[in-house]
Each structure stands twice: as C-alpha cells, then as structure tokens.
C-alpha cells in the first residue's frame, strides 16, 4: 500500500466550506480512480493547518492518478481556499504498518422485538 500527503494550509474561517467539498467532490471522484483504497482528512482548526492523506494499493497507483491529472484537479477545486504563499505540499510514503482494520466495527442497533 502507499500514502500520498497533501499538506495543505486553508483560511481557519473555511474550514467547514471545504471538508463539505472534499465529502462531496473529491471523494466520490476518487473512488472512481484505479487502486484508490480510501482516505484521511486531519485539521488544525486553530491554525487552519491540515493534511489529506489518500492510500493506493501501491505506488503505480498513485504515480498513475498524478499522470492522468486527477490530482491536480481536485486541487484546483480548492485554490481559493489556500492563503498566499502557502501552496499545498505533496509526499508519498509506503505504507508499512496499517491498523486500520483492527480497529473495532460500529455496532448497529438491534431492535427490540415486543
């Protein structure tokens, strides 16, 4: 599995404006893309500081959503909430350890029968 970060630093006072975008654009866009396997959005509210944090089954994958211009797509949907002179910063990691799925499912709510 690889990582891709997008550090990204956004006017504190949008914060929500673009967590609804990223909900309603960029992930149903990326689950279209060829070994995207989910993603994390971390804020600072305070600072407005943040990184979106997209995982791919392996590096191809990521290298090939760069290539095919989706990301930089999806970035354009968010310059304008990008201060001056702080564009976004890209890293890619491979990812090593991942214990997400040990973490516990959320259990539904069981109906009392009468």
Same mark, same amino acid.
């Given at each position: 599995?690889?990582?891709?970060?997008?550090?990204?630093?956004?006017?504190?006072?949008?914060?929500?404006?673009?967590?609804?975008?990223?909900?309603?654009?960029?992930?149903?866009?990326?689950?279209?893309?060829?070994?995207?396997?989910?993603?994390?959005?971390?804020?600072? $509210?305070?600072?407005?500081?943040?990184?979106?944090? +997209? %995982?791919?089954?392996?590096? &191809?994958?990521?290298? !090939?959503?760069?290539?095919?211009?989706?990301?930089?797509?999806?970035?354009?949907?968010?310059?304008?909430?990008?201060?001056?002179?702080?564009?976004?910063? $890209?890293?890619?990691?491979?990812?090593?350890?991942? +214990? %997400?799925?040990?973490?516990? &499912?959320?259990?539904? !709510?069981?109906?009392?029968?009468?």
């Amino acid at each position: 599995m690889y990582a891709r970060i997008t550090i990204i630093h956004v006017y504190p006072d949008r914060i929500e404006e673009g967590v609804k975008r990223y909900r309603k654009s960029f992930i149903p866009d990326a689950k279209k893309q060829k070994g995207y396997c989910g993603d994390l959005l971390l804020v600072d $509210r305070k600072t407005g500081k943040g990184n979106s944090i +997209t %995982f791919w089954k392996s590096e &191809k994958d990521a290298i !090939a959503n760069e290539e095919n211009l989706f990301y930089q797509e999806q970035l354009v949907k968010f310059l304008t909430f990008f201060p001056p002179g702080k564009p976004p910063i $890209r890293e890619g990691y491979e990812v090593r350890i991942n +214990t %997400f799925a040990d973490l516990p &499912k959320k259990k539904s !709510a069981k109906k009392a029968t009468p």
